[in-house]
């Protein structure tokens, strides 16, 4: 039989590897898309991966793309939320708008999507939802504290889920990768420069050091850390081990992180502190 999965943000990066990988393995993959040139690329990659546009922002797309999974099955194996974004700024003058949008789209699109897919999935006898987090969500990472609030409330909304669905066959993963080489930190620092463009003159000044630094650091992400295709590889594992755990950190930098918030937060602030002191300056 076979086991339909909906894998969300899949145009580029990891939910392209990932739907890539799934498709080869046997999976049927809806992998969301919200551009044609994208659907089309999709569709040339494999014959099991079947392009989807969905906006998870917007109830009216979702409901449209689970219309269009329905003209070929009732029923779904996992959901793969992956689309999301990272916004940047600081607190102390980010305007609530940008935070708004993060969440919109990491948290909240999320959560739209899986009430749609929750019908789908109560007649399985095992089913999943993965959630890509970050090593974000431990909350270390000055500057980019949208993005690693959104991580960390997707993470515990969907702990919520598995302690109050009446599903026992649904398991609810997250995944929490360190740095990825993907295209979303190209993506994320110009939308963080255009978010950054609001901010009043006062905090551009303030912080202009901590702005340099932040897009430089982003920009190099898009070349160095994980190879997509190793996350691509812990979601197959994730969709086909029996008993998978609950959380999985991936990179060196996502184990660093989590045991960095197994120490007291007035020791890791410090720490923290420090180490940004340094590398700006």
Same mark, same amino acid.
């Given at each position: 039989?076979?086991?339909?999965?909906?894998?969300?943000?899949?145009?580029?990066?990891?939910?392209?590897?990932?739907?890539?990988?799934?498709?080869?393995?046997?999976?049927?993959?809806?992998?969301?898309?919200?551009?044609?040139?994208?659907?089309?690329?999709?569709?040339?990659?494999?014959?099991?991966?079947?392009?989807?546009?969905?906006?998870?922002?917007?109830?009216?797309?979702?409901?449209?793309?689970?219309?269009?999974i329905k003209e070929h099955t009732d029923k779904l194996f996992a959901l793969v939320n992956n689309a999301g974004v990272a916004l940047a700024g600081p607190v102390e003058y980010i305007p609530v708008d940008i935070l708004k949008k993060q969440f919109d789209i990491n948290?909240?699109?999320?959560?739209?999507?899986?009430?749609?897919?929750?019908?789908?999935?109560?007649?399985?006898?095992?089913?999943?939802?993965?959630?890509?987090?970050?090593?974000?969500?431990?909350?270390?990472?000055?500057?980019?504290?949208?993005?690693?609030?959104?991580?960390?409330?997707?993470?515990?909304?969907?702990?919520?889920?598995?302690?109050?669905?009446?599903?026992?066959?649904? /398991? &609810?993963?997250?995944? %929490?990768?360190?740095?990825? @080489?993907?295209? +979303?930190?190209?993506? #994320? !620092?110009? $939308?963080? =420069?255009?978010?950054?463009?609001?901010?009043?003159?006062?905090?551009?000044?303030?912080?202009?050091?901590?702005?340099?630094?932040?897009?430089?650091?982003?920009?190099?992400?898009?070349?160095?850390?994980?190879?997509?295709?190793?996350?691509?590889?812990?979601?197959? /594992? &994730?969709?086909?081990? %029996?008993?998978?755990?609950? @959380?999985?950190? +991936?990179?060196?930098? #996502? !184990?660093? $992180?989590? =045991?960095?918030?197994?120490?007291?937060?007035?020791?890791?602030?410090?720490?923290?502190?420090?180490?940004?002191?340094?590398?700006?300056?």
């Amino acid at each position: 039989m076979d086991k339909y999965v909906l894998i969300t943000g899949s145009s580029s990066g990891l939910g392209k590897s990932a739907a890539q990988k799934l498709a080869q393995e046997g999976f049927k993959v809806f992998a969301g898309v919200r551009k044609q040139e994208d659907k089309q690329a999709l569709e040339q990659l494999h014959s099991n991966i079947i392009p989807v546009f969905i906006d998870v922002t917007s109830d009216e797309s979702v409901n449209r793309a689970f219309e269009k999974i329905k003209e070929h099955t009732d029923k779904l194996f996992a959901l793969v939320n992956n689309a999301g974004v990272a916004l940047a700024g600081p607190v102390e003058y980010i305007p609530v708008d940008i935070l708004k949008k993060q969440f919109d789209i990491n948290v909240f699109g999320a959560i739209r999507t899986a009430q749609k897919a929750l019908p789908f999935m109560r007649d399985i006898d095992d089913c999943r939802i993965v959630n890509i987090s970050s090593m974000a969500s431990y909350g270390i990472f000055p500057f980019i504290s949208p993005y690693c609030v959104s991580k960390r409330a997707l993470d515990m909304f969907f702990n919520f889920l598995t302690l109050e669905c009446k599903m026992p066959n649904l /398991k &609810v993963v997250s995944i %929490k990768p360190g740095v990825v @080489s993907t295209p +979303i930190w190209n993506k #994320s !620092v110009d $939308a963080s =420069l255009k978010n950054l463009e609001n901010l009043c003159e006062e905090g551009k000044k303030k912080y202009a050091k901590e702005f340099d630094f932040l897009m430089k650091n982003a920009l190099k992400n898009t070349e160095k850390g994980l190879n997509p295709q190793d996350i691509a590889e812990l979601v197959f /594992k &994730v969709l086909t081990v %029996k008993n998978p755990e609950l @959380s999985y950190n +991936i990179g060196k930098d #996502s !184990v660093f $992180a989590r =045991l960095m918030s197994y120490l007291p937060v007035k020791i890791s602030n410090s720490l923290v502190k420090a180490g940004l002191k340094n590398r700006i300056g």
